[in-house]
């Protein structure tokens, strides 16, 4: 895959994958949750979310993440 191709406008949210191997990034974030109940995969999740959501640093493309979340529950 051309590495230009992966990457996504300033203020544009990817909605393509962007992984080398998709199944590896799944099983990695399934496993981050393996030994954890219910309130601490939650906690885990938050706090997952929020370092994501500061390495994104961009509110439009965070907006864009929330709405298709949404959208797609």
Partial sequence: MNAAATIAPAGKLARE???AD???AFRLLAQA???L???ESAAFNARL???LANHIGD???L???????REAG
């Fill in 17 to 19: 994958s962007r992984f």
């Fill in 22 to 24: 998709p199944d590896a």
């Fill in 33 to 35: 949750h393996r030994d």
């Fill in 37 to 39: 109940d219910e309130r």
């Fill in 49 to 51: 979310v929020l370092i």
């Fill in 59 to 61: 509110e439009q493309v």
């Fill in 63 to 69: 907006r864009e993440a929330v709405a298709l979340a």
